[in-house]
């Protein structure tokens, strides 16, 4: 674990995903393999983000008797208006987020940024927005990429941003029941150096790990890259307080998980609300032993249907605890990547071809265990499974390699985006035997609205025993208008999962991009339901507007197709 604690990264810079020293490049035989295969080449022109003083922001709609109140709640030094604190709040990691602060558009930014140190304090914050009818969006590691934490205002006259990076600390350790108490505002690799000392772990590693908080993992129901060893994360929340504007409300910590009988479980209410219906201020977790002992492999399959099989058994016969922790099918397009950036790519490519693969689908795995005899016996049980359904060993360093840089990707997409590319991802689930029609509409979809000259990857990741996850990487040239290019390709790939039988979101959860699917797929009296919640804790409406919940009439019994939610 000490490898994921050695750096902890600085928030987010206000442009890109993370630390501008970790900016990650494609390699020049990328570049060419990609042109050569794709025709897909790096604008002429650099595309980086304009100066942090070219931004252009509005002036600040607050009026001064709401920041007079917010100022009260935490403190005058907790509550700014200044440019890089407004510019930093004024969207997440999404494309349409960062293409518009890099051309230095900050027109989606907050009135003010709110910092509150306690749970008390963000209660005061919350009815102090009510009384002066302020939009509240809450703010963790700003990692969504589906416009979770644009600041939409709706009706309101202004909206703020309230940042809970105050509250980060762990608050108690039960080391009998294994659990621990964690504030909101914890990054994942301040929850793993809190817990490490105890030999324990959250096991929890999405990839936006290093930045996303254990707040945002909640309310987005997020899924680590080692979900098939430790759970989802809501599979792993015990206990949850969240703050609303009509007070506070404490769910679960009696019982284990889900032991109790004691009417529908309401917690699950909050876990993907997206702060639509309070600010989570304490979490409660089921923590793990940390693993003493971990070993990659890597296997590559003829087809991507024969990986498909493996994977499946893998999950239905071997399930939690005995499958690897992290297993990963990724198809032929992917494959190519991960073999091109992996230092033993060309030799594996050689070796592969000679077994007859000339276009293998690369499974990449990782098991973990506190006994090195247990480890090795689950990797046995998994890999006579492998080679049963045509699988043949790869060398270990491609998994290695791209276990050593899994928290690298969305650092790729800024350095394409500075050369002109427009580049987009997009997850989904379904059942087992629906997976390679749901894999084969999405693929023709993307291409049908980017062009065959684009890049289109997906591998299959968080195995169940009824079925898996599919998360789709896309990139071609940008067109003269790339949030229109965005809008066209976002509906047209929403409408082909819907379609198709797919889940809008797997992990990435709703925002203000898949709004408007959510009708669909959980019905019209679902929708009411969730809206009356709403109107229960946040009768004002004022908690995270234009998020989850769609807009009246978009429903399945709407005559208006679905299309992207608009972001303002």
Request: charge should be negative; glycine fraction near 10%.
């Amino acid at each position: 674990m000490a490898n994921l604690l050695t750096q902890l990264p600085q928030r987010s810079i206000w442009h890109g995903w993370g630390d501008p020293e970790a900016k990650s490049v494609l390699p020049g035989y990328v570049w060419r393999a990609l042109k050569l295969v794709r025709g897909v080449e790096p604008a002429a022109v650099n595309t980086s983000p304009v100066a942090l003083d070219d931004v252009r922001l509005p002036e600040p709609a607050i009026d001064a008797d709401a920041l007079e109140a917010l100022r009260s709640a935490v403190g005058a030094e907790h509550v700014s208006t200044e440019r890089l604190d407004r510019v930093e709040h004024a969207g997440g990691k999404s494309y349409p987020d960062l293409y518009r602060l890099r051309a230095g558009d900050g027109s989606h930014a907050p009135d003010a940024v709110v910092f509150p140190g306690t749970s008390d304090e963000v209660v005061a914050v919350l009815r102090a927005c009510a009384a002066h009818d302020v939009a509240v969006v809450p703010f963790g590691g700003g990692t969504s990429v589906v416009g979770g934490v644009d600041p939409v205002r709706g009706r309101f006259a202004a909206v703020i941003s309230l940042d809970l990076r105050r509250l980060n600390r762990l608050l108690d350790l039960d080391e009998t029941s294994m659990t621990a108490v964690l504030q909101p505002g914890m990054r994942g690799p301040e929850v793993e150096a809190a817990l490490e000392p105890h030999g324990l772990t959250l096991g929890h590693f999405p990839q936006s790990f290093q930045q996303a908080t254990v707040g945002g993992f909640l309310v987005t129901r997020s899924s680590g890259q080692a979900s098939s060893g430790y759970g989802r994360f809501e599979e792993n929340v015990v206990a949850v307080k969240l703050a609303t504007p009509e007070g506070e409300l404490s769910l679960g910590g009696r019982t284990p998980t889900s032991a109790t009988a004691v009417g529908p479980k309401l917690i699950d209410v909050l876990i993907g609300s997206e702060g639509t219906l309070g600010v989570i201020t304490e979490v409660t977790m089921q923590v793990h032993p940390a693993p003493t002992e971990s070993e990659q492999a890597t296997w590559a399959f003829p087809t991507f249907e024969q990986g498909l099989t493996a994977f499946r058994r893998l999950a239905q016969e071997l399930g939690h605890g005995v499958m690897p922790d992290v297993s990963r099918l990724s198809d032929v397009e992917e494959s190519l990547i991960v073999l091109a950036q992996a230092s033993t790519g060309i030799p594996a490519m050689g070796y592969l071809g000679l077994r007859g693969m000339k276009h293998p689908c690369l499974g990449v795995f990782q098991w973990e265990d506190t006994d090195v005899a247990d480890l090795a016996a689950r990797r046995k049980r998994a890999e006579r499974i492998l080679k049963a359904e045509g699988g043949r060993k790869a060398p270990s360093s491609i998994a290695e390699h791209w276990m050593s840089h899994r928290f690298r990707g969305p650092y790729q997409r800024d350095h394409l985006m500075d050369r002109g590319i427009f580049v987009e991802t997009l997850e989904t689930a379904t059942m087992w035997s629906n997976i390679p029609h749901l894999y084969a509409k999405v693929v023709e979809a993307i291409h049908a609205s980017v062009g065959e000259k684009a890049v289109v990857q997906a591998h299959v990741s968080h195995l169940y025993d009824g079925g898996a996850s599919l998360y789709f990487t896309f990139f071609s040239a940008a067109e003269t208008d790339p949030l229109a290019q965005w809008s066209r390709v976002k509906c047209t790939v929403g409408d082909a999962i819907a379609a198709a039988g797919g889940t809008i979101s797997h992990h990435h959860a709703v925002g203000t991009d898949h709004r408007p699917w959510v009708g669909e797929e959980i019905g019209d009296l679902g929708v009411r339901i969730l809206r009356a919640v709403k109107n229960e804790l946040d009768p004002s409406g004022i908690l995270n507007p234009g998020k989850l919940l769609p807009d009246a009439g978009n429903t399945p019994d709407s005559a208006a197709s679905p299309g992207p939610a608009e972001r303002d």
